[in-house]
């Protein structure tokens, strides 16, 4: 986990986030993802998720010989925020060899915490795409589609 001072929280550009800020995530995706653990696929994804309040969580992909076990790099790095306490984000940076969008598992759990997440793809060659999670996850599921729970629910 790494910290930046909140001052250094982007509030303009075009997508909400600084020059400076992007080259900081990227960097943490980059080096995050020489830690990937993917003997079958030999694909390594590195993931840097930057929190409302400066911090950036990282996540790797870690496959297991029964696939479907195999947890993809931004959902480590949502775990990782999530256990330190952080649910409010601002923007991640995914970076593999060719620069792919995140997988339809990926965009739904990032999609719980911020609809609007600016995400950064980034090849090898440090090609970047930037997008909003809404435009890789056009009508999302989400909270207001479930009915609403009764007020003596017991829910944690």
């Known amino acids: 986990m790494r910290n930046l001072a909140a001052r250094e929280v982007p509030v303009g550009g075009s997508d909400g986030v600084s ?22 696929s030999h694909f390594a994804v590195g ?3 930057l929190a409302g309040d ?5 996540g790797c992909n870690v496959e297991n010989a ?20 952080a649910h409010d984000f601002v923007a991640i940076a995914v970076v593999t060899e060719n620069g792919v969008a995140p997988c339809g598992a990926c965009r ?7 609809p609007q997440l600016t995400v950064i793809l ?9 997008f ?3 435009e890789l996850l056009p009508a999302a599921f989400g909270p207001d589609q479930l009915p609403a729970m009764p007020a003596d629910a017991d829910v944690e």
């Open 19 to 40: 020059e400076s800020l992007v080259a900081q995530l990227i960097a943490a995706a980059i080096d995050v993802r020489a830690r990937a653990y993917a003997p079958y």
């Open 47 to 49: 993931a840097a998720l």
């Open 54 to 58: 400066g911090q950036i969580y990282t």
């Open 66 to 85: 029964s696939y479907g076990l195999t947890v993809c790099a931004e959902r480590n790095a949502v775990a990782h925020a999530v256990v330190s306490g």
């Open 108 to 114: 739904q759990v990032l999609a719980e915490f911020n």
């Open 122 to 130: 980034v090849d090898a060659a440090g090609r970047q795409r930037h």
């Open 132 to 134: 909003s999670l809404a």
